[in-house]
C-alpha cells in the first residue's frame, strides 16, 4: 500500500509559478514510477511528468520547458515545479505511484486544484 498526499495548489494569475509537494507514504526507492497526472474538466487524464525506475523523467509537450518534477528521497516527496502557467493548465492535479511486484498497483492521490486566471 501507498497513500499520497498532495499539497501546492491554488489560484494563481498566467504567467505565475506554483509548486506541488506528494508525499509518500514509504520509501520512494520501492516505488517503479512516480509522478503526476491532471484531469482538466470534461477531458480524460493525462501525464504531465513522471519519474520511472532509474531516475529517467517523461514529460508532456505542452508542458516541457516550464514545469520540472524533482524529489526528496529523504522525504520520500516528489514534487512539480510549474514556471509560465497558462490558463490551459488549469486542472486538478494527481499524484501516481505504481508499484510492480507480482502484479502492478496504481497509487493516486486525492488531487490537488490549480486554477490559472488569464
Known amino acids: 500500500q501507498v497513500q499520497l498526499v498532495e499539497s501546492g495548489g491554488g489560484l494563481v494569475q498566467a504567467g505565475g509559478s506554483l509548486r506541488l509537494s506528494c508525499a509518500a507514504s514509504?520509501?520512494?526507492?520501492?516505488?517503479?514510477?512516480m509522478g503526476w497526472y491532471r484531469q482538466a474538466p470534461g477531458k480524460q487524464r493525462e501525464l504531465v511528468a513522471t519519474?520511472?525506475?532509474?531516475?529517467?523523467?517523461n514529460y508532456a509537450d505542452s508542458v516541457k520547458g516550464r514545469f520540472t518534477i524533482s524529489r526528496d528521497n529523504a522525504k520520500n516527496t516528489v514534487y512539480l515545479q510549474m514556471n509560465s502557467l497558462k490558463p490551459a493548465d488549469t486542472a486538478v492535479y494527481y499524484c501516481?505511484?505504481?508499484?510492480?511486484?507480482?502484479?502492478?498497483?496504481?497509487?493516486w492521490g486525492q488531487g490537488t486544484q490549480v486554477t490559472v486566471s488569464s
Open positions: 514509504r520509501s520512494i526507492f520501492s516505488i517503479n514510477a
Open positions: 501516481h505511484a505504481l508499484v510492480v511486484g507480482t502484479t502492478q498497483w496504481d497509487y
Open positions: 519519474f520511472t525506475s532509474g531516475s529517467i523523467t
